[in-house]
């Protein structure tokens, strides 16, 4: 069954939502979901990105990329993210919900916690791309890059009808093995606003990835500064396929507090973001990376 | 049903191909046909075209296009958004159609490959750099390129893209071929208005029908009344079948046919072999028969890798002799004999003209004088999984069978398709006018083909079996892992003193994996133990793979040599001239000498987060060639055709045949027509070993000469005076007439063998059709790498291939395939890995994006240094590229990395965690 709703009340309800289709369809066509759908295609208003900085759920994530109104972590975020024919029919609210890469999962032929299974086939199998910070019991990691950069913003989600949520919420702590957000079925996403971007902030997104493009990253990170002359005023510091759910990491934004944006504060703060790592065994090579990553991404956000 | 006594690679017990799942993603996207699934209505127009239909809740816009539209040029590859070969035009941007909803073109303006015509310019820059081999992937960058291109003009006119901006604009296509490197030329050189008007080449004889997407491979067949076949696979990778129930799927409405294709109580042993096949209506039916099939299987714990494979009371994988006898070969060539021990069969030993003791001696010497490199290598296994699937359509009525397939060999698979179904050779067609990659894969009468053959002939009705890319990648075929301990000896002379090889290959269930016999190639000196042990795991069969061992053996032997030359001071030439006594070689090291980025090397590693390396590693191959070839030529009203049962995988055998031809009669190689791809046609040789060329281009001179000679008797018959042979036909006494005018007026038909090479063979006699030439081909590959050493990314910068090819037959193509095996071995080296979960043996690296293939930024900057002086004895010159082109590369990334960063990669591939793990040690 499949119904094309005009509104966004006329949404909720039954049925999977489908926004630009590339998540959903890649897991109908794998067998993985199937049942009835709703499709956002005819929903008219959530395309739009507002001047206040409020986001539609169905807009495309090519065309975050381009909007300069946008800070620039969500900019470098977005044309950071799959491929240049992805981001045209991808949206925000897609890409947000959207459902792990793990291989286990993607495949049919395996049971798992997130399938309706019992057990995490990740944990005796091959994990060699999976959780730095092991919240189990599903080892998956969280394939949202714009769920990092949106979090760096402490961005609020809007639903249907429903009370506003913040990018934290909707996500959770992870350690529901059986989803990668919070948000119900019949739920209907709507839009994220953008409230606390400061003005002259910089931003930095990076990915380390084996090849030069296009690959599903083995640790990302956002990050965002702003200052007060010459010092540290504030710090977002985000990283993603290290857990379950995007994690922020308080620690390191602590250590650029006050301090002077060079090379040795960066590598002092980037050093503690692997504190409390507990990494599945073939995945603790990411203890490497992500400090590494860390550090690029805030040098990337002062190049800018 | 299947005999599981027949020959060997067709024996049933193993069964070829096989794999997967119940079902999974399609050719045609799962869910597209299902008869009860509600439409929704459609109105868009499609290349201009106003168009309204109803499509399928899960239809996708590829499925929209190619079926509902029968556009074919857009094609399914990976099904997940990640090759890009679907990819189309919606109100003028490029978006990927194989996840894109149909339903989600409502109201758009739709632009397919198709709609260009006349040639767009980027079409042009793709014919006339030659930016393409199969073709497969072909139109999807065409589409995307396009609307760069257009954009690139609006914005910038005329200027020169920056390489980042091409690569970013076409970072979501995968070419396996490997073109990128024309194709960023071809891109770049259009933006630059280079093919807005004026005459352009087209070295490429099928180029053509690739850039505007009419070229019809087998996935886009669809003949009357054509049915839908599925192979139900097993998802335990060791198991046994205890009962099989196929009735339940056969009284399914719109299921036609359901075949057994595992002997009753057989072995299961390794996921994704075949059970039974499937022939139904449709996708959706034929799914819906799969999963009514009753299969229960007594499973057990399935021997995954090779130590599993080792291990003290392993459970064997073959248990009986007979069923070892049938385990099917990994490698092409005759497998050496030798012994089974538990899951081990070996060591086999390549000591023919090799002295394995005194390699053990000069060994034991190294303990006290000269040099000793002393390492173990491991290498992962390398899958083919082409564009193009395996693919079959095969129709089987009033006693003719007619197979469609995606293959390397058609003439062959020919004569196997007879034998095993017991058929006279005018019973059956082969059919195969564009393939879609193969790169060693497709040689086989493999479970594709087997299915549609046993479907179509149980309903009379034409069937289809096509496998989607997790089956590929499952059972498609792969290059074997390997575990190399290496061991290489110089005399306190500084001369090469021996070279001890211990390999042991994780081929899964099939066997004869090698390494030595690329070892035995290379160097002066025959002190040589070689032994290679295949270790039999619960894994699907290997399949030769472009040099089988190849990469593998000079990954780990180059790494040995590179290791002796630093710590005995000699730079990598000159340790080379000491130790390689090859003659086309040597002349490569003094051209390689002066490349201005080989001179400027760094000397030392260096310290900084970005590090440069050049490494340097050679290469040896066989020159092959099949005796038996033939090639006709076909003068008449017609024009003139040129013909042999062979098949152009994308390396370019039309434009071989076309030129070879075209140079004897002195004409344009656009006046040759070429037909190759039909079992029909004049007996030619499978494509593979690298023998096509060598094989065909002095067949097709010598029938072209003879052409020449027959044209010019009838010339003179026809009363003209005087006649002398001319460029591009003939003079007389009133004038010139052309081949073609005279071909009209005296219709001619000559067919030619290969003539024998001067100088005679290796051996005096052809081994299942194959002599080996008396010479071994040479190359010589240099490799740059930058090494960034915080976050582990090694990128190829630049490469020089030296190759000793003789005469280059089609130089244009030669290039291209060069420039595609120096990709696919850079691919090999730093990306590509399966995995198999270890406790059921089922494919982790299911898809392309778990699976990593290089993209177009990953594509070094690539030299190719052609010596044709070699080869003088073979007739006609050419020898075969494709395998000597991409085995050197993986030991020249290594060595670079090592000279870059002082540390040795000895494990594949050079994955970012391996380089951070290993520098910072």
Redesign the interface.
């Known amino acids: 069954m499949i119904r094309f709703p005009l509104t966004a009340a006329e949404a909720k309800g039954e049925g999977e939502l489908r926004a630009g289709g590339t998540d959903l369809q890649d897991l109908r066509h794998r067998g993985i979901r199937s049942g009835p759908i709703t499709d956002l295609r005819d929903v008219q208003g959530l395309d739009a990105i507002t001047d206040d900085l409020r986001i539609g759920s169905l807009v495309k994530i090519a065309d975050l990329g381009r909007d300069l109104r946008l800070p620039p972590l969500i900019r470098k975020a977005a044309n950071g993210l799959a491929t240049p024919q992805i981001r045209a029919v991808a949206t925000l609210g897609g890409n947000l919900l959207q459902r792990t890469r793990c291989w286990y999962f993607r495949s049919r032929e395996f049971d798992c916690f997130k399938k309706g299974g019992t057990s995490c086939p990740a944990r005796e199998g091959i994990a060699n791309r999976h959780a730095l910070f092991d919240r189990g019991p599903c080892i998956s990691v969280h394939a949202s890059t714009l769920g990092l950069a949106f979090l760096a913003y402490d961005a609020v989600a809007h639903f249907e009808g429903g009370p506003d949520r913040s990018i934290a919420e909707v996500y959770g702590d992870g350690s529901d093995p059986t989803r990668d957000h919070a948000v119900q079925a019949g739920e209907v996403l709507v839009g994220v606003s953008i409230r606390d971007a400061i003005p002259g902030e910089k931003g930095g997104y990076l990915r380390a990835i084996a090849r030069a493009e296009a690959e599903w990253p083995i640790v990302e990170a956002g990050v965002r500064l702003w200052f007060e002359g010459e010092r540290i005023a504030g710090a977002r510091v985000v990283a993603g396929a290290v857990a379950g759910v995007p994690l922020r990491l308080p620690a390191v934004e602590q250590r650029l507090l006050g301090e002077l944006a060079n090379e040795a504060t960066f590598a002092r703060a980037a050093a503690v973001s692997i504190e409390g790592a507990n990494p599945v065994p073939d995945s603790a090579f990411k203890v490497d990376f992500l400090p590494a990553v860390i550090l690029s991404a805030l040098e990337r956000a002062m190049e800018a | 049903m299947w005999s599981p006594t027949r020959r060997g690679f067709l024996g049933g017990l193993v069964g070829g191909a096989a794999a997967?799942?119940a079902?999974?993603?399609?050719l045609a996207?799962?869910?597209e046909a299902a008869a009860a699934e509600?439409k929704?209505p459609l109105k868009c127009t499609v290349n201009g075209a106003l168009r309204e239909t109803e499509v399928g809740?899960?239809s996708?816009a590829l499925d929209f296009v190619r079926r509902t539209c029968g556009l074919k040029g857009a094609k399914l590859g990976c099904?997940?958004?990640?090759c890009?070969a679907c990819?189309i035009q919606?109100n003028g941007?490029?978006?990927?159609s194989c996840?894109?909803?149909a339903?989600?073109l409502?109201g758009a303006e739709v632009t397919t490959v198709e709609h260009f015509d006349p040639l767009h310019p980027i079409q042009k820059a793709f014919l006339a750099e030659d930016a393409l081999q199969c073709g497969y992937c072909t139109p999807g960058f065409v589409v995307?390129a396009i609307a760069f291109h257009d954009a690139w003009r609006r914005d910038h006119g005329t200027s020169t893209p920056p390489r980042s901006a091409v690569?970013?604009?076409l970072?979501?296509h995968v070419c396996r071929c490997g073109a990128y490197a024309s194709i960023i030329a071809a891109v770049t050189a259009a933006c630059e208005g280079k093919f807005d008007a004026g005459d352009f080449t087209m070295p490429r004889a099928d180029g053509l029908e690739k850039v505007t997407g009419k070229a019809e491979y087998t996935v886009d067949v669809q003949l009357e009344g054509q049915l839908e076949g599925r192979i139900l696979r097993s998802?335990h990778g060791a198991a046994r079948v205890l009962e099989l129930d196929l009735e339940a799927a056969r009284a399914i409405d719109g299921v036609f046919a359901v075949v057994r294709l595992i002997i009753p109580a057989g072995t299961v042993r390794y996921?994704g072999q075949a059970i039974a096949a499937v022939a139904a209506k449709d996708r959706s039916v034929a799914d819906l028969a799969m999963a009514a099939i009753s299969v229960k299987y007594e499973v057990f714990k399935p021997v995954i890798g090779i130590a599993a494979a080792r291990a003290d009371g392993a459970r064997p994988v073959y248990e009986r002799k007979r069923e070892k006898k049938q385990a099917p070969p990994a490698g092409e060539g005759p497998m050496l004999p030798t012994h089974w021990k538990g899951n081990e069969r070996g060591p086999a030993s390549s000591h023919i003209l090799a002295k394995p003791h005194a390699a053990d001696r000069a060994v034991k010497r190294a303990e006290t004088e000269g040099w000793l490199a002393d390492r173990v290598f491991k290498t992962q296994c390398q899958v083919h999984t082409p564009l193009e699937p395996r693919a079959c359509v095969a129709s089987w009525r009033d006693g003719r069978l007619e197979v469609r397939v995606s293959t390397q060999a058609v003439a062959d698979m020919a004569v196997d398709i007879c034998e095993h179904w017991e058929l006279s050779r005018d019973q059956v067609t082969v059919l195969a006018p564009y393939v879609g990659g193969a790169f060693g894969s497709k040689v086989g009468l493999d479970m594709e083909t087997r299915a549609a053959i046993e479907l179509t002939r149980a309903c009379g009705l034409p069937v289809r079996v096509v496998v989607d890319r997790?089956e590929e990648l499952m059972i498609g075929g792969h290059r074997p892992a390997q575990e190399l301990e290496m061991q290489v000896v110089i005399s306190a002379e500084r001369e090469l003193d021996g070279i001890v090889s211990i390999a042991r290959s994780d081929s899964g269930v099939s066997v004869g994996a090698s390494t030595g016999f690329n070892v035995r190639l290379v160097y002066k000196g025959k002190e040589r133990r070689l032994e290679d042990t295949d270790c039999i795991t619960n894994g699907p069969p290997a399949k030769p793979f472009r040099g089988p061992g190849g990469p593998p053996a000079m990954f780990a032997l180059e790494g040995c040599m590179d290791d002796l030359a630093v710590r005995m001071g000699e730079d990598s030439i000159q340790a080379h001239l000491r130790w390689d006594q090859h003659v086309v070689r040597r002349k490569m090291y003094a051209v390689l000498a002066e490349v201005p980025w080989w001179k400027d090397r760094p000397k030392e590693p260096g310290t900084g987060r970005y590090r440069r390396g050049v490494g340097l590693a050679i290469a040896a191959w066989p020159y092959f060639l099949s005796p038996g070839t033939h090639v006709r030529v076909d003068a008449g009203l017609d024009g003139i055709t040129a013909s042999a049962a062979i098949q152009d995988l994308g390396t370019g055998s039309r434009s071989v045949i076309a030129n070879a031809v075209a140079d004897v009669l002195g004409v344009p190689p656009e006046k040759i027509k070429v037909r190759v791809g039909d079992s029909r046609d004049a007996h030619g040789p499978m494509s593979a070993g690298s023998r096509t060329t060598a094989s065909v281009y002095p067949a097709a001179r010598r029938a072209a000469a003879e052409l020449v000679k027959e044209l010019v008797e009838s010339a003179e018959g026809l009363g003209l005076v005087g006649v002398v042979r001319a460029p591009g036909g003939i003079k007389h006494r009133d004038g010139f007439m052309s081949w073609e005018d005279l071909a009209k007026l005296a219709p001619t038909t000559v067919i030619k063998r290969r003539p024998r090479d001067p100088g005679g063979y290796f051996l005096p006699l052809a081994v299942g059709g194959i002599a080996v030439g008396k010479n071994l081909a040479g190359a010589v590959t240099a490799m740059e790498v930058e090494v960034d050493t915080?976050?582990?990314?090694v990128?190829a910068t630049r490469a020089w291939l030296g190759i000793g090819s003789g005469k280059l037959a089609a130089p244009a193509l030669a290039r291209s395939q060069a420039e595609g095996g120096v990709l696919q071995g850079v691919s090999y080296a730093?990306?590509e890995e399966r995995?198999l979960?270890?406790?059921?043996g089922?494919?982790?690296?299911?898809?392309l994006?778990?699976y990593?293939i290089?993209?177009?930024?990953?594509c070094p900057e690539i030299e190719v240094h052609f010596d044709t002086s070699g080869f003088t004895e073979a007739n006609g010159g050419p020898v075969g590229l494709a395998e000597l082109c991409t085995v050197g590369v993986a030991g020249a990334v290594g060595n670079a990395v090592f000279r870059a960063t002082g540390w040795r990669p000895q494990e594949l591939?050079i994955?970012?965690?391996r380089v951070?793990?290993g520098v910072?040690a």
């Not at chain 2, 941007?93 to 990927?96: G, H, L, Q």
């Not at chain 2, 915080?790 to 990314?793: E, I, K, P, T, V």
């Not at chain 2, 979960?837 to 059921?840: A, F, I, L, Y």
């Open positions: 997967g799942i079902s999974g993603e399609p996207l799962a869910g509600p929704t809740a899960d996708s099904g997940h958004g990640v890009g990819t919606v941007t490029p978006m990927v996840l894109l909803p339903a989600h409502h995307e690569d970013a604009a970072a979501g998802p996921a997790h915080r976050l582990g990314q990128r730093l990306y995995f979960d270890p406790g059921t089922r494919l982790l690296t299911h898809d994006e778990h990593r290089a993209g177009i930024g990953d591939p994955r970012p965690e951070l793990a910072r």
